[in-house]
Nanobody, 124 residues
Framework: QFEFVESGGDSAQPGGSLRLSCAAS????????IGWIRQAPGQEREGVSC??????????VYADSVKGRFTISRDDAKNTAFLQMNSLKPEDSGIYYC???????????????WGKGTLVTVSS
């Protein structure tokens, strides 16, 4: 069974940092591009960032809203991807999911999520 386990979400103050993890189960993460997608209550999904597969072109993309603040990475030996989030803003709040999705379409992902996501709340 293919599954993601997202973790690392928490409450944080504006300007703070969090590091999210996305552990893959049942498949080899390195074969896939991985995207982070967030969803806030009452809002549409928003693609946050994407990193190409290990044998891909090394492409990394970020939404304009997080450029310069978030960093995506992967550790295929641990079958895990990460999202380092710095300088957090209240508008970064939401449930964060990871998905195996081509980076050319990560910000239009309409499929089911393979994990339960992890909740990030940014408020003072």
């Amino acid at each position: 069974q293919f599954e993601f386990v997202e973790s690392g979400g928490d409450s944080a103050q504006p300007g703070g940092s969090l590091r999210l993890s996305c552990a893959a189960s049942g498949f080899t993460l390195g074969f896939y591009a991985i995207g982070w997608i967030r969803q806030a209550p009452g809002q549409e999904r928003e693609g946050v960032s994407c990193i190409s597969s290990s044998d891909g072109d090394g492409r990394i993309v970020y939404a304009d809203s997080v450029k310069g603040r978030f960093t995506i990475s992967r550790d295929d030996a641990k079958n895990t991807a990460f999202l380092q989030m710095n300088s957090l803003k209240p508008e970064d709040s939401g449930i964060y999911y990871c998905a195996a999705v081509p980076c050319r379409s990560y910000n239009h992902y309409v499929g089911n999520f393979w994990g339960k996501g992890t909740l990030v709340t940014v408020s003072s």
